[in-house]
């Protein structure tokens, strides 16, 4: 028995100490250039398929087939996936079938998971692999969103693809500088697929943009679709940028039919609040005639960004400018119910009508 136990010591020291000589002398090859063993690459994905079974149980499923949703994520997904994965409109290139493991073609890769399992893959990433996780953690429909479009990846041509991911620039945008060019193929007016997720920026206050543009940046407004399309820019991008799109007058058109009574009880709110909920009245702060610049306009943007926004305020995770918090106050209390009345009133007055708190 004295004997087993000493047995053990000596193994409990020399099998670290083999272990450690070995990768002390050089002889485990990191060289990408010879593939895994048949072993060693079943082995791993046998671990990944493991892991990502079992954190995916517990992930609840969330709606990710809304429209609205889609044409920022293949927006996002040409930026900062197809350089990996390919995409409809382009092959992966050779670097990238030389990584260890390659980045397998999306279009085929899907369909071996189910919707909860791309969902823990896209927003953890995969160690070891160069899979990258989501750049931010605190907000998951911009992951659900794009889930929505990888189930979509199978059945899309190369055509739709290009249209839908901005690829396609708006006549306009062909004149414009490469700076702003980064931007359009998300806020270019008309794009296709626009109306939902993406705001409409042309035409709100340069104050209002840069603070935005600065919170994206440093993180107080989480989005990882904004944060990859601002990785690079400098503070004085920025403020060219929010210049740019203020400088831009367009008029924000209505968008969809109105529903009468929907419409009187998204007026009533905004002009009223509900103080029993102590919700204050919207329009003491937004939409008046030489009003506070860092108050947004929201007449005319798109009601599924819209809505959105009050979800985060409310879920406390959105911040923004100096004046971001009275805007949290004033989301906490509003129901599921509230944000779809009043992203729909908002969305649905046109900003060309004068003096919005008049009727
Ligand atoms: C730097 C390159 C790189 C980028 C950028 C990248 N990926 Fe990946 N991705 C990989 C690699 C490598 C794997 C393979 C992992 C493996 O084999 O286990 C992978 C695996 C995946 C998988 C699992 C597919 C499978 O069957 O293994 C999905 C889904 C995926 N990526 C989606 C995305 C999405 C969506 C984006 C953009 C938000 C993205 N990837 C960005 C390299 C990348
Ligand atoms: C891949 C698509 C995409 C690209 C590219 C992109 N954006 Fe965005 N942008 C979005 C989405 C989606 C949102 C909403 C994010 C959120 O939930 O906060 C947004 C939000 C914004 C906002 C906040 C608007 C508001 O009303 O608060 C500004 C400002 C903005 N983007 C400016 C830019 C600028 C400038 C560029 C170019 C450097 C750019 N965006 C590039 C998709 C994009
Ligand atoms: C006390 C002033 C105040 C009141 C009252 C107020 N807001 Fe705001 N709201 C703000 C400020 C300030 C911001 C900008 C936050 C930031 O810096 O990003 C904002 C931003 C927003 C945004 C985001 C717009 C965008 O482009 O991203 C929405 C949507 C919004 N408010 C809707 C409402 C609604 C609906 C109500 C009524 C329930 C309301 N607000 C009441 C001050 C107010």
């Known amino acids: 028995m004295r004997m087993r136990w000493r047995h053990l010591a000596v193994l409990a020291v020399a099998v670290p100490a083999l272990v450690f ?3 002390w002398s050089g002889l485990i090859g990191v060289r990408a250039s010879t593939g895994h063993w048949a072993a060693t690459d079943w082995f791993l994905h046998w671990v990944m398929r493991n892991s990502v079974r079992t954190a995916s149980l517990s992930t609840e ?4 087939d809304d429209p609205s949703s889609t044409a920022a994520a293949a927006a996002h997904f040409q930026s900062g996936c197809a350089v990996c994965h390919g ?3 382009e092959q992966r290139s050779s670097t990238m079938l030389s990584m260890l493991p390659p980045p397998p073609d999306l279009s085929v890769a899907v369909n071996a998971w189910t919707d909860a399992q791309l969902f823990e893959i896209v927003k953890h990433g995969v160690r ?3 899979m990258p996780s989501w750049p931010t953690q605190v907000r998951d429909d911009e992951v659900w969103a794009m889930v929505g479009f990888l189930r979509n990846l199978p059945q899309m041509s190369a055509r739709d693809y290009i249209e839908l991911s901005g690829l396609q620039l708006t006549p306009t945008a062909r004149s414009l500088t490469p700076l702003v060019m980064t931007c359009e193929s998300c806020h270019a007016q008309g794009r296709p697929g626009n109306g939902g997720a993406v705001p409409l ?3 709100q206050s340069e104050a209002y943009l840069l603070e935005s543009l600065k919170a994206y940046k440093a993180g107080r407004r989480p989005s990882g679709i904004m944060s990859v399309a ?3 820019l400098s503070q004085d991008d920025l403020k060219k940028l929010a210049g740019h799109y203020a400088e831009q007058r367009v008029s ?4 969809g039919p109105t529903n009468a009574e929907r419409y009187q009880a998204g007026l009533q709110l905004a002009q009223n609040g509900r103080s029993i909920d102590r919700i204050p009245a919207c329009l003491s702060c937004h939409e008046r005639d030489n009003g506070n610049e860092d108050y947004p306009r929201l007449f005319g ?4 960004y819209l809505g959105q926004q009050l979800r985060l305020f409310r879920m406390g995770v959105r911040g923004g400018g100096k004046a971001s918090h009275l805007m949290a106050v004033a989301a906490k209390n509003l129901t599921d119910e509230d944000i779809d009345t009043l992203a729909s009133f908002f969305s649905q007055r046109n900003n060309d009508r004068p003096s919005a708190a008049m009727d």
């Open 301 to 304: 943007q798109n009601a599924a």
């Open 201 to 203: 920026i042309s035409g």
């Open 128 to 130: 070891f692999t160069g």
């Open 230 to 232: 601002l990785g690079p």
């Open 87 to 89: 995409s409809p409109a």
């Open 21 to 23: 000589g070995l990768a």
């Open 61 to 64: 499923p969330s709606r990710h």
């Open 252 to 255: 924000w058109q209505q968008v």
